[in-house]
T-cell receptor, first 114, second 114 residues
């Protein structure tokens, strides 16, 4: 069964550094998402991406964040100048359509900022 | 502000017993409501998706109900198994231009004991 994959599974970085989290969505999906989950808290929507542009973003997704689909398979989240409070699990998801259609989540990347 | 609240926060039941988890939401305009299962350290996995016109939907031993008038949903698990131990998250999707944005509840952490 097709699945969303994410790399790395765990990333440790120093405060102020830039990180890139990578995702490979399911191949025929057209909509891509990033979510984050701070330890012990709710999953939070960050951004959705369709047709090579951002379709929605939350208040969390400020200028520190950017997304890109550099080729036909990868979908990346870049976090510039990381802060301690960026430490969280970051989930990528994809769906074929919007509306009442399943979003398939990847296993997540645990980002630890020291 | 869109919100999803779940109860109880945690629940312990014996293997083989049934349980019901609750969800209340204030999301407008409403598009659909989803229940996800999330194992510790893993990405959420979809159990059910219901639109405004659906009152109930089943997926094996999981049955979700939706009352769009009172903005409440429940997830009933029958004949629980040890593998049901996980967090169960109620997620509501807003309609209109925010059709991609999911609002997550805090989850109910279920522990099934032998």
């Amino acid at each position: 069964e097709p699945e969303v994959t994410q790399t790395p599974s765990h990333q440790v970085t120093q405060m102020g550094q830039e990180v890139i989290l990578r995702c490979v969505p399911i191949s025929n999906h057209l909509y891509f998402y990033w979510y984050r989950q701070i330890l012990g808290q709710k999953v939070e929507f960050l951004v959705s991406f369709y047709n090579n542009e951002i379709s929605e973003k939350s208040e969390i997704f400020d200028d520190q964040f950017s997304v890109e689909r550099p080729d036909g398979s990868n979908f990346t989240l870049k976090i510039r100048s990381t802060k301690l409070e960026d430490s969280a699990m970051y989930f990528c998801a994809s769906s074929y359509r919007v509306g009442p259609y399943e979003q398939y989540f990847g296993p997540g990347t645990r980002l630890t900022v020291t | 502000k869109n919100q999803v609240e779940q109860s109880p926060q945690s629940l312990i039941i014996l293997e083989g017993k049934n349980c019901t988890l609750q969800c209340n939401y204030t999301v407008s305009p409403f598009s659909n409501l989803r229940w996800y299962k999330q194992d510790t350290g893993r990405g959420p996995v979809s159990l059910t998706i219901m639109t405004f016109s659906e009152n109930t939907k089943s997926n094996g031993r999981y049955t979700a109900t939706l009352d769009a008038d009172t903005k409440q949903s429940s997830l009933h698990i029958t004949a629980s198994q040890l593998s049901d131990s996980a967090s169960y998250i109620c997620v509501v999707s807003a309609g209109g231009n925010a059709g991609n944005m999911l609002t997550f509840g805090g989850g109910t952490r279920l522990m099934v004991k032998p």
